[in-house]
């Protein structure tokens, strides 16, 4: 099951924090469809956010066809991301974690490493267009 988490300091909405998360997790593979998410008062109490914030998540995963509620069960996954198959991402896995430790070991801290990952991410997305 998915753990959410939310950071504060994102400037990102809470609800968006959550539907990104969940789906994230179906692209990795790590939510597939018939997998149940975390009750809106589970969520509430591990986040500590208010119900409707939760409700209007789910309802979003819900218009987007990602999620189905079940009323008095609970909410689950009805439809997927994932475009390649998970197994696919091992290699590249193990490639970004190199440039991580390699990151790192330059001398980036988190944020410095995610500045530049975002922007050459960014600049690589605009050469593909052109």
């Known amino acids: 099951m998915i ?3 939310l950071d504060p300091r994102s400037g ?3 609800y968006l924090q959550l539907v990104h998360q969940v789906r994230q997790a179906l692209r990795l593979g790590i939510l597939r469809p018939g997998d149940q998410l975390p009750t809106v008062k589970e969520v509430v109490a591990s986040v500590a956010i208010n ?3 939760v409700l209007k998540a789910y309802r979003e995963l ?3 066809g990602l999620v189905a509620a079940r009323p008095g069960v609970g909410t689950f996954v009805s439809g997927t991301l994932a475009a ?3 197994a ?3 290699p590249l896995r193990r490639d970004l974690e190199r440039w991580l430790a390699k990151a790192r070991r330059a001398g980036l801290d988190e944020e410095s490493i995610e500045a530049l990952f975002r922007s050459t991410f960014r ?3 605009h050469e593909d267009i052109a």
């Open 123 to 125: 600049s690589a997305a």
């Open 62 to 64: 819900e218009h987007d």
């Open 51 to 53: 119900p409707n914030t």
């Open 12 to 14: 990102v909405a809470p």
């Open 88 to 90: 696919s991402h091992g």
């Open 84 to 86: 390649v198959p998970v």
């Open 3 to 5: 753990e959410f988490h």
